[in-house]
């Protein structure tokens, strides 16, 4: 409700009456839910991470292979797509537990921002379904399509393009979720995309992405070279997925910090009370040591395998440390809303309690008062539901019971109309449904009731 | 509802991109996943029990169709019945969560299962190849027991909005009987039916698909064709014991509304009309099905896509009836289809839904003569846009069409009245009824200048 007390939050719906599904364990099971939440998410985005970065890059390795008329990158473009398929589908799955957890726990906010960004909340799943049948086109059609790359490429470009446009719906609706702060009646999705935060943090995302995907086609292409596969599109593999793992990663120092400003001030201050920026050190080392490594073997086709593996752990060190600090900056921003939604929460079902029960005590319908003073006919207009459409004197709906009466049935033939109406008898009138559910004596005694109207 | 933030789906409607989006999911989670995944499953083993390596290569072939359905259009499907639920309807699906969270989340884990099975009995398919064929088989089979597994549990939920039992331990506060809630009455038999629905209805999209795909090998097309012929046969009688046994199930109050659902209010005259619908559509898919059993090879291409249409008919219809026989509710005897609890109506009808509309503006919760239209505007909003849209589908101009503004009031007052028993009360003071009822009759004003304008 609105609360013109509370400057920072002045529009919050109420929480959903009903209690967190802990089996009353909150103490043990909240916690369970916040570390299934981190997890869960952070493997949804390695995933979208590859997603992304490897349709992209299928489609710009298919492009060089038809310009230098190298089979090699046409190779590497094929090889990208299997990752394409397997992580459209585990990024889509994996997308679930986060969305869950998030509706359970944060169900009044996260809900909230998924209105306010509707209709364009719906692309993620309309937009998704078209871009993932592009893409099984796109990879399905490879050999067929061998002889026409211009129109194959395109193809390939349209899903890629798709993908890209899912994130900027996901991430306004996941910065609007946690600052209900901004929330007014009239926010809508192109007021939040284009908020500096919003910005911030998608294009900090996309970095994200290109660079963890980089890093996937090192290993990739280290792997390939271990088994002794396709040792040339190995090396494409390698060469390629160091410079987009390292160029957006050293950009993302800068954008990385930029976004973090953008948050609310209570947020911010909060995020540090709480002892978060540790995460933010260590996700900041870790990094910087992968970045190294990388550096000193920017040159080698052959890097060493051991190094691979140190610098894709290193990076994951990175992504585990942001994971926890993106959740502790959720924390820190709803913390406050939360309060003063359980509170308004309660003293609405308080208010709720005390009417509900009062009105169980009293008799259902027409006040004793009133029903003295009606006929029997009138009781059983009102008990059957006839006075939805009909009154005695007046057009509702239907005609009043007057002109009904003036029509000169038989008692018989208005119960027959009762349970079989001819809506051919009044022109122009909304048709009147079959009142099957009027008792046979109660009809009857209606009918008798009718005639007798003057 | 009346606490959210508000969006209206001009023209279409709330309803019907919910309804697109879940017979969707459904043709797809029965047909492709639950029932495709059974039926293929035992397609495989069939071939391989009788070395018939063409029916192996054709099984691939269908399970190609069915894969590309399951995974790019029916798991998305299957979460955006959960994005559209929170976008028309969030308290509703806020409270399925609160009281279906662990069951969603094993479902989720079985959903795993099912994914990674999926994918690996699709992607090594060719590179095992007829050598390695039982080992593929293995994993067709974990993908079956899973993805049956995913519907056990959803029906569970789905059952529950319907028959939710005794599941509420204590009113106030509000305290959920989890146990009570997952064994509701309709859940075994309402399981039971799907199940054997799918698997006759992914018999018979294989049947369609295999028709395609033997054109050039009659031989083939006769052995697919009786294969799965027999399957749909046999789930028949199966479905319709367990129909049965799901429909005792369901309360009397929504078995009253069984006609309107499927037919609509401007039909009801006419029952026989949605008898002669399901049972020539269920006698068309018996003909195609004996044609296909008795003389596979003479079939003609446009019997086997009438089957296909009339099973995505029934499917359609069934989902259609299923959701309307709820109304007025969105969980049976808990919360109204507007996502009002009916604790929550005595409080609100004395006190106004304004004062706690969070996302109507500040100056229109109090209502004036001159802001009084523009009041009622979003009470509609609030309160009736869930079902009906302005001019566009189930357009509310229709409902309120030839009545004037004191006419209008009355009807809102007895909105849930045995005339039409599946709508929700008018819940709020009898000011904002007023103000509901002078924004309707606007409505009514605009469509006769504009009928006048256009003569």
């Given at each position: ?337 939360i309060a003063q939604m359980q509170k308004q ?27 003295a003073n009606l006929s029997e006919g009138e ?76 | ?73 029916g798991a998305l499907t299957g979460i955006g ?375």
């Amino acid at each position: 409700m609105n609360n013109p007390n509370n400057p920072i939050f002045p529009y919050l719906p109420h929480d959903i009456p009903l209690p967190l599904p802990t089996g009353g364990m909150d103490a043990i099971i909240v916690p369970v839910f916040h570390i299934l939440l981190v997890v869960s998410f952070l493997v949804h985005i390695i995933f979208i991470n590859v997603l992304l970065g490897s349709s992209v890059l299928s489609v710009i390795n298919n492009w060089i292979g038809h310009l230098k008329n190298d089979k090699n990158y046409d190779k590497v473009a094929y090889l990208l797509t299997t990752p394409v398929t397997i992580s459209e589908n585990m990024g889509a799955l994996w997308g679930v537990a986060p969305l869950l957890i998030v509706s359970v726990m944060y169900t009044a906010f996260f809900y909230s921002a998924s209105v306010m960004n509707s209709p364009q909340w719906l692309h993620i799943i309309w937009g998704n379904v078209v871009a993932f049948l592009i893409s099984y086109l796109y990879k399905f059609s490879w050999h067929k399509l061998e002889n026409h790359k211009a129109l194959h490429i395109t193809i390939g470009a349209i899903a890629a393009i798709l993908f890209l446009s899912l994130p900027p719906v996901f991430m306004s609706t996941v910065q609007l979720y946690i600052t209900p702060s901004t929330w007014t009646p009239n926010t809508h999705f192109w007021d939040v995309v284009s908020r500096p935060d919003v910005l911030f943090r998608l294009a900090h995302f996309y970095l994200g992405a290109f660079a963890v995907n980089g890093m996937f086609m090192l290993l990739y292409g280290v792997y390939k070279k271990s088994k002794g596969q396709d040792l040339e599109a190995a090396n494409i593999l390698i060469r390629q997925g160091k410079a987009w793992f390292l160029v957006p990663t050293v950009l993302n120092l800068f954008v990385g910090t930029l976004t973090f400003f953008q948050f609310p001030n209570y947020g911010i201050e909060n995020f540090y009370s709480k002892g978060f920026e540790v995460f933010i050190i260590i996700a900041v080392i870790s990094i910087l040591g992968a970045i190294a490594i990388l550096l000193k073997e920017f040159f080698n086709d052959n890097i060493s395998p051991k190094h691979a593996y140190l610098a894709a752990g290193l990076l994951l060190v990175t992504l585990i440390s942001m994971g926890i600090t993106r959740h502790g900056m959720r924390i820190s921003l709803l913390e406050p809303a939360i309060a003063q939604m359980q509170k308004q929460t309660q003293e609405y079902l308080a208010a709720v309690e005390k009417d509900y029960k009062e009105a169980k005590t009293k008799p259902v319908g027409i006040s004793v008062a009133e029903a003295a003073n009606l006929s029997e006919g009138e009781k059983l207009i009102a008990k059957n539901g006839c006075t939805a459409c009909h009154a005695v004197d007046t057009k509702i709906v239907g005609p009043a019971f007057k002109d009904v009466a003036k029509k000169g049935y038989t008692p018989d033939r208005i119960v027959k109309l009762i349970y079989q109406p001819e809506p051919s008898n009044w022109p122009g009138y909304t048709p009147m449904p079959p009142m099957t559910n009027v008792p046979k004596d109660e009809a009857e005694k209606i009918a008798k009731w009718i005639t007798e109207l003057k | 509802m009346f606490d959210y933030p508000i969006f209206e789906m001009p023209v279409l409607g709330h309803r019907l991109i919910f309804a697109i989006d879940a017979i969707l999911h459904v043709l797809i989670s029965h047909g492709a996943a639950v029932g495709g995944s059974i039926v293929l499953a035992l397609t495989q083993w069939y071939a391989i029990k009788t070395n018939d390596q063409k029916l192996y290569d054709l099984t691939y072939k269908i399970l190609f169709v069915l894969f590309i359905a399951a995974t790019a259009i029916g798991a998305l499907t299957g979460i955006g019945i959960w994005i559209h639920a929170n976008i028309i309807d969030p308290p509703a699906i806020g409270s399925l969560l609160r009281v279906f969270f662990w069951k969603w989340f094993t479902e989720w884990i079985v959903f795993n299962v099912e994914l990674i099975f999926l994918l690996a009995w699709f992607l090594t398919w060719k590179t095992y190849g007829w050598e390695k064929r039982t080992q593929n088989l293995k994993f067709g089979i974990v993908y079956a027991v899973a993805s049956w597994l995913t519907m056990v549990i959803i029906t569970a939920i789905l059952g529950f909005m319907l028959t939710p039992g005794n599941w509420l331990k204590s009113d106030f506060p509000a305290q959920p009987d989890y146990i009570a809630s997952l064994f509701n009455p309709s859940w075994i038999p309402s399981l039971m039916f799907r199940t054997f629905f799918a698997i006759g209805f992914a018999a018979a999209i294989s049947m369609y698909w295999t028709w395609w795909f033997t054109r050039n090998d009659l031989t083939l097309r006769e052995k697919a064709e009786r294969w799965f012929g027999r399957i749909v046969l046999a789930t028949i009688p199966i479905t319709i014991i367990f129909g049965l046994w799901y429909y005792a199930q369901i309360p009397q109050e929504a078995k009253s509304l069984m006609f309107v659902a499927g037919l609509t209010t401007k039909y009801i005259g006419h029952k026989e009309m949605l008898i002669i619908a399901l049972l020539g559509a269920f006698a068309l898919i018996l003909v195609a099905i004996f044609a296909f059993y008795l003389k596979p090879k003479a079939v003609p291409f446009a019997l086997a896509s009438l089957m296909m249409v009339s099973y995505v008919f029934l499917v359609a219809e069934f989902e259609r009836i299923r959701e309307f026989v709820r109304k007025p509710y969105i969980i049976y005897g808990y919360m109204y289809a507007h996502g009002i609890r009916k604790f929550d109506v005595a409080h609100l009808n004395s006190v106004g839904v304004l004062k706690y509309a969070s996302f109507v503006p500040q100056q229109y919760r109090t209502i004036t003569e001159e802001n009084k239209v523009k009041v009622g505007e979003y009470l509609f909003k609030l309160e009736c846009r869930v079902c009906h849209s302005v001019n566009g589908v189930n357009a509310i101009t229709k409902k309120v069409k030839g009545l004037d503004e004191n006419a209008i009031y009355h009807r809102i007052g007895a909105l849930n009245s045995p005339a039409t028993p599946f709508m929700p009360p008018f819940v709020g003071t009898d000011e904002e009824r007023k103000a509901l009822a002078a924004y309707l009759a606007t409505l009514v004003e605009q469509k006769q200048t504009q009928t006048a304008v256009n003569k």
